[in-house]
């Protein structure tokens, strides 16, 4: 008996579009993240990359449940003594709708270099409009 061991090929990677408008922020980092990491596909392995390229829009329609608003915080750390900032998803959502997504997607991988890697292909803007036309993304159903 041979063992299948998948190979890491560039060319079968997919692009598919996420409507983000109005969807929870955690269920949606869960789609994306596993559309990143290739779960989907039958020879899934944790150790090869193979997920394919996802783009978010709508990323400053995205909804938070409870108080999360006002109660979640993001925090910055220059290095330097009294170099923490924070902030609130409030204030992350009126400034930088896309970092809330990229940071919950960020959090759902697993922390080592393939991730680093799979972070790449993710695309986040906050309207409509992307850049990515002509890779024919498909509409993901998730």
């Not at 922020?25 to 020879?43: C, E, F, H, M, Q």
């Not at 959090?107 to 270099?113: D, R, S, V």
């Not at 906050?126 to 509409?139: F, L, R, Y």
Request: hydrophobic letters at 35%; a positive charge.
């Amino acid at each position: 008996m041979k063992s299948f061991r998948p190979k890491c090929s560039d060319e079968a990677r997919g692009w598919y579009i996420v409507d983000a408008a109005n969807k929870p922020l955690g269920r949606l980092a869960v789609n994306i993240a596993n559309r990143l990491r290739g779960k989907d596909r039958p020879t899934f392995d944790p150790s090869v990359d193979q997920g394919d390229f996802v783009v978010v829009i709508n990323a400053a329609k995205v909804r938070l449940s409870g108080r999360k608003l006002e109660q979640k915080e993001y925090d910055y750390y220059s290095g330097w003594r009294g170099g923490r900032k924070v902030f609130t998803a409030a204030t992350m959502m009126e400034k930088h709708p896309d970092r809330v997504i990229l940071q919950a997607v960020r959090g759902m991988l697993p922390k080592n270099n393939i991730a680093r890697k799979m972070m790449t292909r993710v695309k986040v803007y906050s309207g409509t409009d992307h850049p990515h036309a002509a890779q024919k993304p498909e509409v993901a159903t998730f």
